[in-house]
């Protein structure tokens, strides 16, 4: 027969993990769906990037602007090389989900606007994944239509890639879109400017967390250096687990 001192050896671990498994459920570590953060829009985020030809540029986010009564997240790029008086404008979503609404080229005056927003990652994002996107773009600023656009997106790699910034887990996305790009010369979905040969658009690199690493324009250009905050790993049930066995 056990005795009560045996019986409450044999249950401490199990106490122990029903304790470790409520705290992390408090904290957020814990849960049955963890969404993926592909594009951190906090305000004064900054990404540097230099290509293999010796171009560089800064995205910054900088603020809002409010499109079609969405509050949207402005990137500015900054001491470009291709770019610079480009932004952008990004939203994303609860489960990772990032929109592109349009973009605006100051030196020339003109931009396009995105009427639905183009859902540019569509997480959970894996190998192979494709996703049809239709929208039309209106020249900016007044809005006058310019063309309608059917996008098909595919995830075309999936790994871990070596930037100057580091190493880092990535998906590659590529797009064909149906009609010439805007703005009278080669340019990707979000303005900025791309080599002439793309029969499609750029590759561009995503990692959880942490944003582009790694993108294919008018050269490939890979990230030096951030200010966002690294990604948090997700706590599996095993590793919980594990320490208490």
Request: charged share 15%; glycine share 12%; hydrophobic share 40%.
């Amino acid at each position: 027969m056990l005795k009560a001192r045996d019986l409450a050896t044999r249950a401490l671990p199990a106490i122990l993990f029903s304790v470790c498994l409520a705290v992390l459920c408090t904290m957020g570590l814990v849960s049955g769906a963890i969404a993926q953060n592909y594009l951190p829009l906090t305000i004064g985020n900054i990404w540097h990037y230099e290509s293999l030809a010796g171009y560089s540029e800064d995205r910054v986010v900088t603020g809002t602007n409010t499109i079609r009564g969405t509050t949207t997240y402005v990137i500015d790029y900054q001491n470009s090389t291709s770019n610079t008086g480009l932004e952008n404008y990004w939203t994303t979503g609860s489960e990772g989900d990032v929109l592109l609404w349009g973009w605006w080229l100051e030196f020339d005056g003109f931009g396009i606007l995105w009427d639905p927003a183009i859902l540019y990652l569509d997480a959970p994002l894996f190998l192979g994944k494709t996703w049809n996107v239709t929208t039309t773009g209106y020249e900016l600023p007044d809005t006058t239509f310019f063309a309608s656009f059917d996008i098909t997106f595919q995830v075309v790699g999936e790994g871990m890639i070596s930037v100057p910034a580091g190493d880092f887990f990535s998906f590659a996305i590529t797009y064909t879109v149906s009609a010439a790009a805007p703005g009278g010369d080669a340019r990707a979905l979000y303005g900025a400017r791309i080599a002439a040969a793309f029969s499609g658009g750029p590759t561009d690199w995503y990692s959880d967390g942490i944003g582009q690493v790694q993108y294919d324009t008018d050269d490939l250009y890979q990230l030096v250096s951030f200010n966002v905050p690294t990604a948090t790993q997700p706590t599996t049930w095993g590793g919980i687990k594990g320490l208490y066995r």
